[in-house]
């Protein structure tokens, strides 16, 4: 499921708030907090056996990602998963 242009809150899309362009703005400390708050809610709100993680930013990812979350790269993406 694609998520960039879900709204997070009111008017600010995951993509406004975890994308390329915040990371940038915001730092890489700070953009790793949002990512993990991100997180915190997918958990919550899909209950998922497992969270496949990618897109160009994923790799800078530095929070501790659980057993069950998995970064996967761009290309296993666009084969439809690894």
């Not at 993990?36 to 990602?65: C, H, M, S, T, W």
């Amino acid at each position: 499921m694609e998520l960039a242009h879900h709204p997070i809150r009111k008017d600010v899309t995951y993509d406004a708030y975890i994308g390329e362009r915040a990371q940038k703005e915001v730092g890489k400390e700070k953009w790793n907090r949002r990512v993990e708050k991100v997180l915190g809610i997918l958990k919550v709100v899909f209950n998922y056996d497992r969270l496949y993680i990618g897109g160009g930013e994923a790799q800078k990812l530095k929070v501790p990602l659980e057993e069950n979350m998995i970064l996967f790269p761009n290309q296993d993406g666009i084969k439809g998963g690894g």
